[in-house]
Nanobody
Framework: QVQLVESGGGLVQAGGSLRLSCAAS????????MGWYRQAPGKQRELVAT???????QYAESEKGRFTISRDNAKNTIYLQMSSLKPEDTAVYYC????????????????WGQGTLVTVSS
């Protein structure tokens, strides 16, 4: 089976930066699109950014210019570089994989990590 493990969350002051990582583990052959989502207290989970296997990216409008998603296919890892953080960026950030094909040729779809908390203080 495939697992996604996020890291890099923490407490940061407004205007600061953080880099999140999401590593996929398991006997993975390939992973399709991956992305970051976030859920603030009392709110629904929302898209932050996505990246395809061929490195095409998509961002939520409010994150354009502040966040950068990247990917290392050899490591089955994606990153989210966040800068100019605002208190409203406070949320649990979740990693998602659209689908992952294992060496056994089993494909898992819509895979989620456990999340990492980002807190931005004013």
């Amino acid at each position: 089976q495939v697992q996604l493990v996020e890291s890099g969350g923490g407490l940061v002051q407004a205007g600061g930066s953080l880099r999140l990582s999401c590593a996929a583990s398991g006997r993975i052959f390939s992973i399709n699109a991956m992305g970051w989502y976030r859920q603030a207290p009392g709110k629904q989970r929302e898209l932050v950014a996505t990246i395809t296997r061929n490195y095409a990216t998509q961002y939520a409008e409010s994150e354009k210019g502040r966040f950068t998603i990247s990917r290392d296919n050899a490591k089955n890892t994606i990153y989210l570089q966040m800068s100019s953080l605002k208190p409203e960026d406070t949320a649990v950030y979740y990693c998602n994989a659209d689908s992952a094909t294992m060496t056994s040729w089993i494909t898992y779809r819509d895979i989620w990590g456990q999340g990492t908390l980002v807190t931005v203080s004013s």
